[in-house]
Nanobody, 124 residues
Framework: QVQLVESGGGLVQAGGSLRLSCVASGRTFSSYVMGWFRQAPGKEREFVAAISRSGVRTSYADSVKGRFTISRDNAKNTGYLQMNSLKPEDTAVYYC?????????????????WGQGTQVTVSS
C-alpha cells in the first residue's frame, strides 16, 4: 500500500500562488504515476494534473494549463503542485493520488491510493 499526505493548502487572494505537497510512504514512490484532483462543494471530483513515474511526462486539465505545474522528487518521495494566478473557481479540496500503471492517466477511477485532501480557498 501507499500512504499519501497532502499539505500546503490555505486561503489566498485571487492572483496569488500556493504550492501543494504530497508525501508518500509505503511502497516505492517512483513506481507510481501521480495525479492531483480537486473537488469543489457540490461538484464531482475532477482531474487537475498528472505526472509520469520519471517526471518526464505531464498532463493538465485545460482549466489549469499554463497556471499550474506538477512535479515530483522521487528521492524525497514527494510530489508537488505549484499553483499560480489562482482564481476563485480554483477553490476546492485538492487530493493527490497514485496509479500503478505506466501511462499518465487522467481518469479518476484509475487511481488506487488517495490522500485525505487539503483545502484551497481563493478569495476574490
Amino acid at each position: 500500500q501507499v500512504q499519501l499526505v497532502e499539505s500546503g493548502g490555505g486561503l489566498v487572494q485571487a492572483g496569488g500562488s500556493l504550492r501543494l505537497s504530497c508525501v508518500a510512504s509505503g511502497r516505492t514512490f517512483s513506481s507510481y504515476v501521480m495525479g492531483w484532483f480537486r473537488q469543489a462543494p457540490g461538484k464531482e471530483r475532477e482531474f487537475v494534473a498528472a505526472i509520469s513515474r520519471s517526471g518526464v511526462r505531464t498532463s493538465y486539465a485545460d482549466s489549469v494549463k499554463g497556471r499550474f505545474t506538477i512535479s515530483r522528487d522521487n528521492a524525497k518521495n514527494t510530489g508537488y503542485l505549484q499553483m499560480n494566478s489562482l482564481k476563485p473557481e480554483d477553490t476546492a479540496v485538492y487530493y493527490c493520488a497514485t496509479n500503478a500503471g505506466i501511462a499518465v492517466i487522467t481518469t479518476l477511477y484509475a487511481y488506487d491510493y488517495w490522500g485525505q485532501g487539503t483545502q484551497v480557498t481563493v478569495s476574490s
